[in-house]
């Protein structure tokens, strides 16, 4: 983690753009607020909700699958005061300036930024433009909760639903799966004020709350082929390979239940299994390291642990159930929770359903320098991102080149998901500058972080934009570009 230092002129920031969108809410503006719809996003407009409405003031809240043109001249048409965008916006400076000329605009980001200065008109606040990692250190939910403090400081409570965005955004690629960079301060931040408690566990979904052999068919991060999304097979395998008793008289038993002996057999059997499917057993290495713990929510709720807080919204948003999502972000229990976990439940049957045949089909390409996934007619667009992350982490296509995931948009374009490992990002590769570059060519338009980006390209494109990408990603593991 950077300097204390380093962090003042980032927080400063923040503070300059807090105090001017304190002004609006004083004055009795409605704020508006446009939000990426995966977890991140919309845990960073339930802060700022939260925010707003704590300062006694309006808002409201619009999710959206990408920012583009079409959507901020609707924003235009309505002509608020006052517009905050939140999980994207820093590669759309350029369109935000040209729309929305006569209307203060926030951006509040984390993903690499436009090379071109900030339009006069935009206050930005991007970890990027302090030396920070936006793809590591901070989320768009902890950029928000960065200006929602500044705002004012009895918000630091809403520290824990932005750790909640960084693990939907999967910034907890560190040894045991811990939270680095800004978030280290973020998760200090919710320590203190009660809100969050750490600790060192096996990571399993429902780790308190669901029967063990649903908890560990409901896993899929990692994914475990065989096991992830199969509840009979996860029944059987914790029975006769691990030997467990799930069940102590009419009670079914829950990871939390599990004493160390127990913990140890299970993490071993895993082990074999992937070696036995031929898979590197470090993906094993997943189901254990750091559990967030937000102590406010009730126990035995999907909300208790921030990783599972996060898949219910991350499915919320990927379900298309965006107010459901927003709902819960602000504070909604009861009715909205349950109908919420029904989505989920749904969601992690369609993605394991996905996750089937995408890895065992003809729908795989393998290129010089990435492997191409195609989900047309299967993955719908709104899926797409989640499925190309769990497809990364799974252990199947290895370690050695990227891939992309690709399938038809609505409106008759391609929607392209990239993602690659640390390890390939330290040989060079910029799956962000890729992205950029390769839909350029085609008129589209891409961007993202250095390794989790996408692209919207022409449907007629999609071969060229394939060969580009692989002839990009060649000449910078030669060094040729960063």
């Known amino acids: 983690m950077s300097t204390q230092a380093d962090i003042q002129p980032l927080i400063a920031k923040a503070n300059e753009i807090g105090q001017a969108v304190k002004e609006h809410l004083d004055r009795g503006d409605c704020a508006r607020i446009v939000s990426h719809l995966d977890a991140d996003g919309l845990a960073a407009a339930s802060i700022l909700g939260k925010a707003i409405r704590r300062c006694g003031a309006a808002f409201h809240i619009r999710i959206a699958k990408q920012l583009d043109e079409e959507t901020v001249s609707e924003i235009a048409r309505e002509k608020p005061s006052l517009v905050i965008f939140t999980d994207f916006g820093s590669g759309y400076l350029d369109l935000l300036s040209k729309l929305l000329p006569s209307i203060d605009v926030v951006v509040l980001d984390h993903h690499q930024p436009l090379e071109i200065s900030t339009p006069s008109s935009i206050k930005h606040l991007n970890p990027h433009l302090f030396g920070f990692d936006g793809a590591r250190d901070i989320s768009a939910a902890g950029v928000s909760y960065l200006l929602a403090k500044e705002i004012d400081v009895k918000n630091v409570d809403l520290s824990a639903l932005s750790v909640v965005g960084a693990l939907g955004d999967l910034q907890d690629k560190n040894e045991k799966r811990e939270l680095h960079g800004l978030n280290e301060m973020i998760v ?18 429902g780790r308190e709350t669901r029967p063990l052999h649903k908890a560990f068919a409901s896993t899929t991060n990692p994914f475990i082929p065989g096991l992830s999304g199969e509840e009979d097979e996860s029944f059987k395998f ?128 393998e290129r010089k320098n990435l492997y191409h996934i195609n989900g047309d007619g299967l993955v719908e667009e709104k899926m797409l991102g989640a499925v190309a992350s769990l497809l990364s982490v799974s252990g199947v296509f290895g370690d050695e080149k990227p891939l992309l995931a690709t399938t038809s948009t609505a409106s008759g374009e391609i929607k392209v998901s990239a993602r690659a490992s640390d390890r390939q990002r330290e040989r060079g590769l910029n799956l962000n500058a890729v992205m950029m570059a390769a839909a350029e060519k085609l008129s589209g338009r891409g961007g993202g972080h250095d390794v989790a980006a996408g692209a919207t390209i022409p449907k007629s494109g999609l071969e060229q934009f394939i060969d580009e990408a692989d002839s990009l990603i060649e000449r910078m593991w030669k060094g040729g570009e960063k």
């Open 188 to 205: 200090r931040d919710g320590i203190n004020s009660g809100k969050l408690r750490v600790e060192t566990d096996l990571i399993l979904y």
């Open 238 to 365: 914790l029975v006769k390979k691990v030997g467990l008793e799930l069940k102590v008289e009419e009670r079914w038993r829950t990871l939390a239940d599990l004493n160390e002996d127990e913990k140890q057999r299970l993490f071993t059997q895993i082990v074999r299994h992937l070696v036995q499917r031929k898979l590197p057993p470090e993906i094993s290495k997943n189901l254990q390291g750091t559990v967030y713990t937000l102590t406010g929510e009730d126990k035995w709720t999907p909300l208790r642990d921030a990783r599972e807080y996060a898949s219910l919204l991350n499915a919320c948003g990927r379900m298309g159930k965006f107010g459901l999502g927003v709902s819960v972000g602000l504070g909604s229990r009861g009715r909205v929770l349950d109908e919420a976990q029904e989505v989920l439940s749904e969601y992690r049957r369609t993605l394991a359903g996905y996750m089937r045949v995408l890895t065992t089909t003809e729908r795989v390409t």
